[in-house]
């Protein structure tokens, strides 16, 4: 790790991604380099297709980049085996999904538990952490309901707060307000701001909506693969 | 335990899917326990049927007799311990419908040749001293209300009275048990004497139907069974003799046939079952990509995710299984008295438990294997491509 040398929690070099598809190959990816310091809150814009989820599964660790290197917090995740890989996206990431991606038959507090299931934490150790990251996002009065008897908005703060009850360094959101409405979306929004800045997680949005873009320290524009240009807020 | 609440959660999701599942979980489990206690019953019943006796009959057919003073004869025979012979009386019941099977014996040799009969103090004497009387099975007395004291005119329906009535009055001297796991005798019989019946008797005086031996060495049965047959040869009653574990053996047979097709029924039960529960878990799995891949994006390693779905089969087939086997249980329990009467052993035991056991274990593998391995193969990118 090298935080002082102005290397970022992120960095990307010369990422390369492509897929074959029946001796096709395609590029989504094409020679990437970025670098994204701590605590820095990034959003990601560009046209469908263009390669932004792709970018954050590779970041996320849930893919595997055809080229290039990347490392967070110094680690060159795109060596790790699969299991191990697993257990770094457990410890060290948070992932904020557009459908929310909630499982329907848990309550709201046995979602935001459910990565803890996976440390040696005991059961009332896991709850009250759970409860604490639903009362972070303001849900606290919502901890035994189902993900159907919640709106959207809130669907997303639990969605939220399962990203964080691990305490990881980054998160990852991929349109996070893409299914929300307005009122709802600047909820979402105001929680990031308040998780990056009074809590420093180093957070990548990709989104469509320019409003939510600006809520970002800068934004990044992506289009066939390659970073365009870059937009401070 | 930590992941209770979620396969509970799962296993909750579809009620009535469920319930289907489960319902051929237990049939099947239910089938099994069933059968398991007959085929374990005929094993046991066989097992314990006596090596020592032979069983002399009329070489032509069952049912030509012998000369009753072939029974002095086999026993001053060596080899031969005891000795003891039944007759087939025909029995017709009040009704005249009702057929009983009352045999005509020697009461004393009778009482030496099958200890296995279990009888109240005194019933022995009173029944040696009262030529009318008749002991009667636990389990024919119970069918019909009969109780030691009563008095039973018994119609035949083979044979006479010399005065031309073919009804015989019988005593109810008292009601006669067997001996836990001995299968050579029912309880369903009357046994009634042979003295007064053959005094009596218009036509078919002075014989009998078949000898039962005891043997004096169980070692050499099959060389005693031939030289009681010598014995006879050339005569115009031959005889033949075989061992009761013979005839029994014979019997076994055609229960393997039942049993082999029983075994079939409960395979292809157990095969449905597999089916229908491999199927349940294959939709399962499949309506909830989306979440499976959502717990490996969470960091759940994929040997984990792969063991929640073995582990929501093993638990639907256990549960089911141990429905069933309780209903099993059950219905042993019901109709045990019932099928006591045919099979002295009718039980569930731990040796029935233990394998259904292993079969939930096995069937609860297979049926969730195929798609705890998709579950497990999972491609997080694409199945969250199509959320
Ligand atoms: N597993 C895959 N196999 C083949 N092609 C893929 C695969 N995953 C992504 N692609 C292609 O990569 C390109 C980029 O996809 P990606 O999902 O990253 O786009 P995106 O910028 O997130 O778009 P959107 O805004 O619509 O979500 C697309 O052309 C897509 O078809
Ligand atoms: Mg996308």
């Keep these: ?233 | 335990m930590r992941w209770l609440p979620l396969l509970l959660a799962n296993l909750r999701r579809r009620p009535l899917r469920l319930v289907f599942t489960l319902g051929s979980i237990v049939v099947a489990f239910w089938l099994f326990a069933l059968l398991e206690a007959l085929r374990s019953g005929f094993a046991t019943s066989i097992s314990m049927v006596g090596v020592d006796r032979l069983m002399t009959l009329n070489k032509t057919s069952i049912i030509q007799p012998l000369p009753v003073a072939y029974f002095e004869r086999v026993k001053a025979l060596p080899g031969v311990a005891e000795v003891s012979f039944f007759h087939w009386f025909g029995g017709v019941f009040r009704d005249g419908r009702t057929q009983i099977p009352v045999y005509v014996c020697d009461p004393e040799s009778f009482l030496r040749v099958y200890p296995e009969l279990l009888l109240q103090p005194g019933v022995r004497e009173a029944w040696l001293a009262d030529r009318q009387g008749v002991l009667v099975g636990s389990g024919v007395a119970a069918r019909y209300g009969i109780r030691a004291g009563d008095r039973i005119p018994m119609r035949s329906a083979i044979y006479r009275q010399r005065d031309g009535s073919d009804v015989w009055e019988m005593n109810v001297t008292g009601i006669y048990d067997i001996a836990e796991g001995a299968a050579t005798l029912d309880r369903q019989s009357f046994f009634f004497h042979y003295d007064y019946f053959n005094e009596s008797v218009g036509a078919g005086r002075d014989r009998i139907g078949w000898m039962v031996v005891r043997v004096a060495d169980p070692g050499r049965s099959t060389e005693t069974a031939a030289r009681i047959d010598a014995a006879f040869e050339n005569s115009s009653f031959e005889t033949k003799t075989s061992t009761e574990k013979a005839m029994a053996r014979q019997f076994a047979d055609q229960v393997g046939n039942i049993g082999a097709i029983l075994v079939a029924v409960v395979g292809a039960v157990f095969f449905t079952m597999m089916l229908v529960t491999a199927n349940t878990m294959a939709q399962a799995v499949r309506e909830r990509t989306p979440e499976i891949a959502v717990l490996k994006t969470l960091g759940f390693p994929s040997a984990q995710v792969m063991w929640l779905v073995l582990a929501e089969s093993l638990l639907v087939t256990a549960l089911g299984g141990l429905l069933g086997l309780a209903l099993g249980a059950a219905s042993i329990a019901a109709i045990g008295p019932g099928i006591r009467q045919f099979i002295p052993v009718f039980e569930m035991t731990w040796r029935t438990v233990a394998l259904a056991a292993l079969l939930m274990l096995a069937f609860g593998t297979a049926a969730g294997a195929w798609p705890a391995a998709g579950a497990m193969r999972l491609r997080i990118t694409e199945a969250l491509r199509h959320t």
């Design chain 1, 1 to 233: 790790m090298n935080d002082g040398g102005g290397a970022g929690v992120v960095e990307l070099r010369g990422v390369c991604k492509s897929y074959s598809r029946g001796g096709e190959t395609v590029h989504v990816l094409d020679e990437l380099t970025l670098s994204i310091p701590r605590g820095d809150f990034v959003a990601l814009m560009g046209p469908s297709g263009s390669g932004k989820t792709t970018l954050l599964n590779l970041i996320g660790g849930l893919d595997r980049p055809t080229g290039g290197s990347i490392e967070v917090e110094g680690l060159a995740i795109d060596r790790l085996s699969e299991a191990a890989l697993a257990r770094w996206r457990a410890d060290h990431v948070g992932f904020v999904f557009q459908a929310y991606n909630l499982l329907p038959v848990l309550s709201a507090e046995r979602n935001v538990e459910l990565p803890l299931l996976l440390t040696r934490l005991p059961a009332p150790e896991r709850l009250r952490r759970a409860r604490t990251a639903l009362a972070l996002v303001g849900l606290a009065d919502r901890a035994r309901h189902r993900p159907r008897e919640l709106s959207g908005g809130q669907e997303q703060r639990v969605g939220i707060a399962r990203a964080i009850v691990t305490d990881p360094t980054l998160l990852l959101c991929d349109e996070p307000t893409g299914d929300l409405d307005r009122r709802s979306g600047d909820e979402v929004l105001d929680l990031l701001g308040a998780l990056n800045r009074e809590f420093g997680k180093t957070i990548v949005m990709v989104t469509h909506d320019p409003r939510a873009a600006q809520r970002a320290r800068r934004t990044l524009h992506l289009d066939k693969g390659r970073l365009e240009r870059e937009t401070r807020a």
